[in-house]
């Protein structure tokens, strides 16, 4: 059985980093495209980064991320990364990891079957 496992959020202040960790166990991240979406209370879910994780050179990235934010994976490791720059209140929510068995349609508006429970990023200023 495959899953996916969130971590590294937290509370920091504006301006500042965190990195985001989501290890999948039960298969290998190359077979996936890996992804992360956030939510707020109220909100639909948002794509944030998209990393089609077989060549890992193919990534997608939502407008109000490009620039401050890197998805990035560690094949080693079964691991994808989502180091976060220059951290804006607006990017506080709930942060999931999704993946998508059919990596060559791969990006944020594509529909992911496995998903991890999440982890909390709360900015402050």
């Known amino acids: 059985q495959v899953q996916v496992v969130e971590s590294g959020g937290g509370s920091v202040q504006a301006g500042r980093s965190l990195r985001l960790a989501c290890v999948v166990s039960?298969?290998?991240?190359?077979?996936?495209?890996m992804a992360w979406f956030r939510q707020t209370p109220g909100s639909e879910r948002e794509g944030v980064a998209a990393v089609r994780a077989a060549s890992g050179s193919a990534t997608y990235y939502a407008d109000s991320v490009k620039g401050r934010f890197t998805i990035s994976q560690d094949n080693s490791n079964n691991t994808v990364y989502l180091q976060m720059n220059s951290l804006q209140r607006e990017d506080t929510a709930m942060y999931y990891c999704g993946a998508r068995r059919r990596w060559y349609d791969c990006g944020l508006t594509f529909e992911f079957e496995l998903w991890g429970q999440g982890t909390q990023v709360t900015v402050s200023s």
């Open positions: 039960g298969d290998t991240i190359r077979n996936y495209c």
